[in-house]
């Protein structure tokens, strides 16, 4: 037989290697799930555990809220039997009712008389607006009179001082005509 070198690589020796490497690897895989399927198991009982317990609690918190349900409808059901036992019976609504139509009969009464009286103030007051308001066109009118009167009386007045004006020159020019008179004569005698 050939004698052979640890380095050759034969059919048998690649065998032997893929062999024990296959060994290996098949015995960790199978270590490898076996582990896993314990962590599985360990985790399913650990969340079977807890949903139970979650369960456990859900089914106590949902027989409380129904309890606690239960106990308020018990209540609002005799709050509502309380309050429809005090509403009035069907005579004491039919007192009510003519009641009530006496009371809008009154206040109608009411609304009218005070609807009149408030016409006759709205009457009343447009009558007192329209004597205001003609006071006021008198008293413009009679303004409007009195600036003419007295445009016509500063007419009046200037042609007056025009006219005393013209007087004065004529007494000045009589009193000048008087003095040469009496200068024209000497003593002061009246003339024969």
Known sequence: MVERSPGDVTLS???EDLKAGFGDLTQEVQTGFRDLTEEVQSGFA???AEMRAGFADVKGEMRTGFADLKAEVRDLKATLVTGFSRLPTRESSEEMVQLLREANRLHE???TRLDVRIREQHLE???ALHAVVEGQRMLVEGQQALVEA???LVD???ALATQIGGLSADIKALIARLDALIKSR???SPSA
Do not use: A, S, W
Request: hydrophobic content about 20%; glycine content about 10%; charged content about 40%.
């Open 13 to 15: 020796t690649l065998d």
């Open 46 to 48: 650990d969340l079977k």
């Open 109 to 111: 009464e009411r609304f």
């Open 125 to 127: 007051n447009q009558q």
């Open 150 to 152: 007295q445009r016509t």
């Open 156 to 158: 009046q007045v200037r």
């Open 186 to 188: 000497g003593d002061g």
